[in-house]
């Protein structure tokens, strides 16, 4: 059988049996897929120390017959983040990338979501410790934009009348976006100033200038995301790693 060969990133590895563990992979070319690696606890196994979550690699994958698990053959290592463990900060907003990817991304071809990823990655781990929290508010809200949930900003997501972009704006999480003065006042709302929508904007546009955000702007838009998120995907899934970003669980309270 064909082996197949694709760059591809770590989003989870489990411990299965004494020596083998299983991951799963954003793949570049075959999507989100499982695979079981035999032998890879063992002292000198071939895959060394490279199945680490959010490394990154050239994984070869000998495809299932009769299930989703297929066996990796080899996973060569190209990239290890090391400096996301740098701080708390900057591995919660990685792993609730990797979350996202993981609960929501396709089992099939999707080279510009898994580029998505790798840029987001790459992107918080060199990151200024001053505009990490930024630069991981940023890499989400492109993920979540190219699996299809862009939230409305310009105009009504109700009724499509245009935003005034000069006053404060209503938000509708679980409706998907702004909505105008009319159907705000039918649905629960999230107010945003002039200031915070210009600052989204810019968080869902990959080559505006990052937004400067202080620590109740950054806590205000690190809530926004994570009510979006379970409002327009999850559908009542547990997200342990979206929770604990958005409380800053590690913080003293």
């Not at 200024?128 to 630069?135: E, I, L, R």
């Amino acid at each position: 059988m064909a082996i197949l060969s694709s760059e591809a990133i770590i989003l989870s590895a489990m411990r299965y049996g004494e020596t083998s563990k299983i991951v799963r992979l954003a793949t570049r070319d075959f999507g989100v897929q499982s695979a079981i690696a035999r032998g890879a606890l063992r002292p000198k196994s071939r895959f060394g120390a490279s199945l680490q979550v959010m490394s990154r690699g050239l994984a070869q994958l000998i495809p299932a017959r009769q299930s989703d698990l297929h066996q990796l053959a080899a996973f060569d290592l190209l990239h290890l983040p090391m400096n996301l463990g740098a701080t708390i900060e900057r591995y919660t907003a990685a792993s609730v990338m990797a979350e996202v990817m993981q609960r929501f991304a396709p089992a099939d071809p999707h080279p510009e979501l898994f580029e998505a990823l790798r840029d987001g990655l790459l992107a918080l781990e060199t990151a200024p410790a001053a505009s990490a929290g930024a630069v991981g508010l940023r890499g989400l809200w492109r993920l979540v934009a190219m699996l299809g949930f862009e939230p409305a900003l310009d105009a009504c997501v109700l009724d499509g009348t245009a935003i005034d972009r000069s006053g404060t704006v209503a938000f509708s999480a679980r409706e998907g976006g702004a909505l105008c003065p009319d159907c705000a006042r039918t649905h629960a709302v999230q107010m945003l100033s002039a200031e915070d929508r210009r600052d989204l904007v810019a968080l869902l546009d990959p080559v505006a200038a990052m937004p400067e955000l202080d620590a109740r702007h950054d806590a205000a838009h690190r809530r926004l995301l994570a009510r979006f998120i379970h409002h327009q995907m999850a559908e009542g899934a547990e997200l342990p790693a979206l929770a604990i970003w958005e409380q800053r669980a590690w913080e003293p309270s």
